[in-house]
C-alpha cells in the first residue's frame, strides 16, 4: 500500500512519521511545494521543533518514509491520499477575517483530479469547516473519470510541543465517512492502518460531518476553557484571590477536571482563534447569531487579556514605558515549540514598541520566526537569544511562554544587571513570586494580586 500525504507541515510531517514507524511494510510519501521545508525534513535539522520527532523520522527516512517536491507523482502512485494544506482564515472579501480559507484546498483536490489514474481514498487531515467533504467530492466528480474517489474526515488533534507524544497515544482517532459501501470500506481500510498501534475502543468512526464539526468542537471548547479562567484571572487580580487556587479548587470536581486551567496572557497557536472564527462563520451563514456571539465572545476575551497585560505594564510602570527597555522572555505561543502562530508574544509585543518601549525578544527556539513576525517593527525590537543578556540594563522582563528553561534563571543576577525599580510581569506564573519580592522586583503576576515595593 502507498500513502501520499500533500502538505510537510506541522500536522502532515509528524502524523506521516508516525504512521511510516508502526507500518514499515507501507509506503509513505510526504509531498509540498515548498522546496525549503522538503529539503529541510530530509537533514538534520527538521523545519519545525518537535521533541523526540527527529528519532521518529531517522527510523524510516529512506527506507519507507520519502520527501518530496513531486506532487503529481506523489498523488499518482498513491492508494490513500491524506490532505494537510493550510487552511489560515480569510483575510480577504467575503467572510474575511472569519472564514477559512479554501483556496489550498480546493487546488489540492484539483491536483488530485489532474494527476489520478486510479482509484483513490482521500483523507481530510487539515481542520476545515464543516461540509468541506462536500466541496472536495463535488470538484472530484465534477468530471467524468474512470476513477472513484471517497472522501474521509480524520482530523488530528495533536498538540505541538507533544505531538510525538500525542500521535503514540491518542486520546482517540476519528474517522469520518459516508454510510455506502465505498465509504464503509474505505473507512475500515483507514481504520486498519491505525489498529497498527491504536488501540481499537479509541478508533471512532462517524459520518463526515460530525468528524468536521467535532475538530472545531474541541478546540472551541478547549479554548473556551482558557478564556474562562483567564476571565477569571481579571477578577482574582482585583480581589485578590489567586487563580492557580481558584483553578485547582474548582478542578477537584471531577465534572471540571484539572487540565486546561491554566491562566495565562493568552492562548495562541494556529488552531483555537482560527477554528472559533471558522465555527462563528458556520454560525452565521446558518442564521444562527445568538451562537455566533456565544463563541465570538471566546476570542474578544483572549485579546482583551493581551491587551489588560499590556496595560499593567503600563500602568504599573509609571504611566509611561518610552525608552525603557522591556525583556520578553518567550515568543513561541507555548512551550517546546518555534511556533509563533498566533502568539500572545506577537501582539504584546507589537503594542509595547508602540508605546516606544524598545522590546528585546528572547526565546530558545522561536527567534527566526519572531523575525519574521516583527519585521514591521524593524529597530524598535532586539533579539537575543541569551536571557540575562536581554534583562541586562532593562527596566521590566515579562514571561511569554512557559519555557521551563525561565524557571530556572538565576533571577537575582538578572535583577542585579536591571535597572531600578527592577519590574517583573508573570504572563505564565510559572516564577517565585515571593522570592523575586524579596530579591527586590516588584511583581506582576496574571492571576493574582502584585507584590510591589512601591506603595510603601
Ligand atoms: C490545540 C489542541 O490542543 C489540539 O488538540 C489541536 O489539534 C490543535 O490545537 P496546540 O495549539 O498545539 O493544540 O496547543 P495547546 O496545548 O492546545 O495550547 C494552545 C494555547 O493555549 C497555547 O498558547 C497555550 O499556552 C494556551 N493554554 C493552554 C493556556 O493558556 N492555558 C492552558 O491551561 C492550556
Ligand atoms: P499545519 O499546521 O496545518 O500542518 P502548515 O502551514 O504547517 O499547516 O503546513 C501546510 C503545508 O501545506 C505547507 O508546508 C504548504 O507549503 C503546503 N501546501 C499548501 N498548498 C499546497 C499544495 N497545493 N500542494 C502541496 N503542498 C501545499
Redesign the pocket.
Known sequence: MKIVCIGAGYVGGPTMAMIARECPDITVTVVDIDEERILAWQSDELPIYEPGLKEVVDESLGRNLFFSTDVGKGIEEADIIFVSVNTPTKTFGHGSGRAADLQYLEKTARNILAHARSDKIIVEKSTVPVRTADAMNRILNSRNSDCSFEVLSN????????AVKDLENPDRILIGGHDTEAGRKAMQTLVDIYARWVPKERIITTNVWSSELS?LA??AL??Q??SS??SLSALCEATGADVGEVASAVGRDSRIGP??????V???????RKDILNLVYLCESYGLHELAEYWHQVVKINDYQQDRFVGSVISNMFNTISGKRIALFGFA??AD?GDTRE??AIRIAKQLAEERANVVISDPRALDNARIDLGDLGDRVTYEEDPYRAAEEAHALAIMT?WSCYKELDYQRIFDSMLKPAFAFDGRRILDHQKLYEMGFNVYSIGKAPLTHLDA
Open positions: 482530523p488530528e488533534f495533536l498538540a505541538e510541543g507533544s475538530k474541541a478546540n478547549l479554548a476553557r482558557v479562567i483567564n487540565r486546561f486551567l491554566n491562566a495565562s493568552g492562548f495562541g497557536g494556529s488552531c483555537f505561543f507555548k515549540t502568539s500572545p512557559e
